[in-house]
């Protein structure tokens, strides 16, 4: 999105993030539930067409207008949280929220994403696209381990040479010099003689962090509320076992690509596992309390919903970190990626609706979500978007998503 809103780049940028932070603290009525609702579920509608088409079909500029309204109705929700002295988890979750989408929104024009190719022992300071770097990169070595069978890829490293310095890239371990992160993209195979580095330079990363904190924050304290029934507990752990076995039973683990041997994998996987079960049974515990024999079972469903939506955030603000230390871009608009943000979107239409409301409309909105975790879970993997998805490992054997650029 950042190249579509080049006119807003610093510092009007700055300004136009004063004026909404100006905005928030002035406006003098109360955060409207019904106008919250209405653009989260535009939001969530959005993310799914994202999701299921090719890349460039849709415009992530689409999201703008939508983007602006939910950073300032989250801000809205955490200025009256904090006044009215809320539950702590409440109010950083719309701050969180807040920091996290204002500031990559409104850094989005002032990032900058480039590449060098680097003959061996041929230094240079120009990336490919003609933008200068305030310094000199060499390339000295790249080579790639293999597991035992010497024939699947372990792991890619290149030695650089910075400003005479030498340090070490590979993949999941990008290095940063002069606020640039460099990764290891590509590089020629046959002879190591070459290899393309991504180099970054992203200024909204320390606030996407400290928002991702307080969401991590918030999601912990909530998950602490909302855990009063043992049986339920033993349950969900059960179904996450089960979805995760049938989720991971085509990997090879002996075998993992560079790009999967992370520390972030494992936790990415198992938080969303134990998300999706909750929500399956926040969805048939909400059936049940149709009938007024299972009536209990509704209010065991919202503690259900509750939880999935914090796991959600918990395993999206994960596989972001991952995807920024591996691919430079904690975002980078996947099909899974969008399909999981609109599912956690319809666990927040859920929640926002009032609890004395409509049983039935929380019902459709669980509904909703339960299906839009059907599509992240395998039904991606069935859209046009496939194809160009970086989660294509979870259908088809493991691959390396790396594409030899070098040669072409």
């Not at 855990?227 to 090879?252: D, E, G, P, Y």
């Not at 099909?335 to 409301?357: Q, R």
Request: charged share 15%.
């Amino acid at each position: 999105m950042g190249a579509d809103l080049q006119l807003f780049a610093f510092p009007l940028s700055l300004l136009a993030a004063a004026a909404l932070v100006l905005a928030i603290l002035l406006y003098p009525k109360k955060c409207p539930r019904k106008l919250s609702v209405a653009v989260l579920l535009i939001l969530a509608v959005l993310f799914a067409l994202l999701g299921s088409f090719r890349k460039g079909s849709f415009s992530p500029l689409w999201l703008s207008p939508f983007l602006l309204a939910a950073i300032f109705l989250s801000g809205l929700a955490a200025r009256e949280a904090f006044k009215g002295k809320r539950p702590l988890s409440e109010s950083l979750s719309h701050l969180g929220l807040c920091i996290l989408l204002g500031s990559s929104f409104f850094c989005a024009p002032d990032c900058t994403r480039t590449a060098i190719v680097l003959g061996k022992d041929s230094p240079s300071h120009i990336s490919e696209d003609s933008v200068p770097l305030p310094f000199e990169l060499c390339l000295k070595e790249v080579h790639t381990d293999y597991y035992d069978d010497g024939a699947s890829p372990k792991q890619y490293t290149a030695t650089l040479t910075l400003d005479s310095k030498t340090r070490t890239v590979s993949v999941n371990h990008p290095v940063l010099h002069r606020g640039w992160l460099m990764y290891l993209s590509d590089f020629d195979r046959a002879e190591g003689s070459a290899a393309l580095i991504l180099l970054v330079k992203d200024p909204s990363i320390p606030g996407v962090l400290l928002g991702m904190i307080m969401l991590l924050a918030a999601a912990v304290l909530s998950l602490k509320r909302s855990w009063k029934s043992r049986w339920s507990l033993v349950v969900v752990l059960l179904l996450a076992v089960i979805f995760t076995l049938v989720s991971v039973s085509r990997i090879r683990f002996a075998t993992l690509p560079p790009a999967l041997r992370s520390f972030w994998f494992a936790p990415h996987l198992m938080v969303y596992m134990l998300a999706y079960a909750c929500l399956a049974l926040s969805l048939i515990c909400s059936l049940a309390g149709l009938s007024e024999r299972f009536k209990k079972a509704s209010r065991l469903s919202r503690g259900l919903l509750h939880t999935s939506s914090a796991l959600i955030i918990i395993g999206i603000i994960f596989g972001s970190v991952w995807a920024q230390l591996s691919w430079g871009d904690y975002w980078a608009w996947d099909a899974k990626e969008c399909w999981a943000a609109a599912t956690w979107i319809l666990t927040l239409c859920a929640m926002h609706l009032k609890p004395s409301g409509s049983r039935k409309a929380l019902i459709v909105f669980i509904m909703l979500a339960f299906a839009a975790m059907q599509m992240t879970w395998y039904g991606v993997n069935y859209l046009p978007s496939a194809g160009s998805s970086m989660h294509s490992y979870n259908v088809t054997d493991v691959q390396d998503n790396n594409t030899n650029k070098i040669n072409q």
